[in-house]
Structures are given as C-alpha cells and as structure tokens.
C-alpha cells in the first residue's frame, strides 16, 4: 500500500520555527520527486516546495523562499519541510505529495498525496 503521511504540524507564534516530516512508504521514495502544498481555509490548494528525488534542484514558492527549507532523506522515505520565521498567513493544513512529470508548482503533476497535518500560526 502506498502511503505519504505527515507529521509535525502545530500552533506556534508568529517567527516561531516548525519541522514537518512526509514518511513514505510503498513506493520507490528515492525514485521520486516531493513536493510540499498547502491549502488555508476556504482557498485552494498552493504549492509550497518541490524537491528532486536525487534532492537537488529544489523549487520554492516566493511567499516561503528564504524562510523554508525542503529536504529528504532517502535512507529513511522521508522529506522535511523547515519552516522559519513563521507568519500567520502561513495558516494552513499542508500536504505532501509525490511528483510525477510536469511543472514543480501544479497540483496536477502529484499523483499520490497524504492526509495533511495542520499549522497554525498565531499572531
């Protein structure tokens, strides 16, 4: 069974730090490039980051660039997200997902994608 599932998440102040975790399992992980979404209430889904299977390049979304950091691990299946200097407009519930070919920032190259875990920042 192929599985993406994401820890980490929580309610933290503004420019508090948080590390998310995607363990992956049931598929080839150091095959596949992972991308990092996040979807705030009552919006769609955006991306966040997008890293290589091999973890270099890595891609990131303006909003986050300087201030969160994607990477793996593939001995253990698992991708990070490192997020610094949180805002509250970082609200959001965020998801990973393994990428298929396409553009890094479109939801529709992720074909497999976790159950989400919630951040919540809090001026």
């Known amino acids: 069974q192929v599985r993406l599932v994401e820890s980490g998440g929580g309610f933290v102040q503004a420019g508090d730090s948080l590390t998310l975790s995607c363990a992956a399992s049931?598929?080839?992980?150091?095959?596949?490039?992972m991308g990092w979404f996040r979807q705030a209430p009552g919006k769609e889904s955006t991306f966040v980051a997008f890293?290589?299977?091999?973890?270099?390049?890595?891609y990131y979304a303006d909003s986050v660039k300087g201030r969160f950091t994607i990477s793996r691990d593939n001995d253990k299946n698992t991708v990070y997200l490192q997020m610094n200097s949180l805002k509250p407009e970082d609200t959001a519930v965020y998801y990973c997902?393994?990428?298929?070919?396409?553009?890094?920032?479109?939801?529709?190259?992720?074909?497999?994608w976790g159950q989400g875990t919630q951040v919540t920042v809090s001026s």
């Open positions: 997902a393994r990428a298929t070919s396409g553009v890094p920032y479109s939801v529709s190259t992720y074909d497999i």
């Open positions: 049931g598929l080839t992980f150091s095959r596949s490039s």
């Open positions: 890293i290589y299977r091999s973890g270099d390049p890595t």
